[in-house]
Nanobody, 121 residues
Framework: VQLQASGGGLVQAGGSLRLSCAAS????????MGWFRQAPGKERDFVGV????????FYGDSVKGRFTISRDSAKNTVYLQMNSLKPEDTAVYYC???????????????WGQGTKVTVSS
């Protein structure tokens, strides 16, 4: 099982970034795909999740309306489009794969290595 997250970097407040998470074909087809983030000294927070079909998504309250998750079955990749970024969005972002369409990190079976996002004010 492999999840490889990429796309992090430094961006000014109000800017945008798109994160990618490439998965093995089997992992991608059999699991929902979620995004979580962890800021220094804080717990890992739920960002959003997308179903296997890509037909449904839901998001954490802090990112709702600003972030969008999508998935590309041809590339076995899930994306996190982040717009209107704020300094409080600064964190390491992780993609995860799991069987249940939930917001609980413990329910996800597989995790990527994380990609760091820094938003400057």
């Amino acid at each position: 099982v492999q999840l490889q997250a990429s796309g992090g970097g430094l961006v000014q407040a109000g800017g945008s970034l798109r994160l990618s998470c490439a998965a093995s074909a089997r992992t991608f087809s059999q699991n929902v795909m979620g995004w979580f983030r962890q800021a220094p000294g804080k717990e890992r927070d739920f960002v959003g999740v997308i179903t296997r079909s890509g037909g449904s998504t839901f998001y954490g309250d802090s990112v709702k309306g600003r972030f969008t998750i999508s998935r590309d079955s041809a590339k076995n990749t899930v994306y996190l489009q982040m717009n209107s970024l704020k300094p409080e969005d600064t964190a390491v972002y992780y993609c995860a794969a799991g069987r249940a369409y939930v917001a609980v990190a413990d329910d996800y079976d597989y995790w990527g290595q994380g990609t760091k996002v820094t938003v400057s004010s």
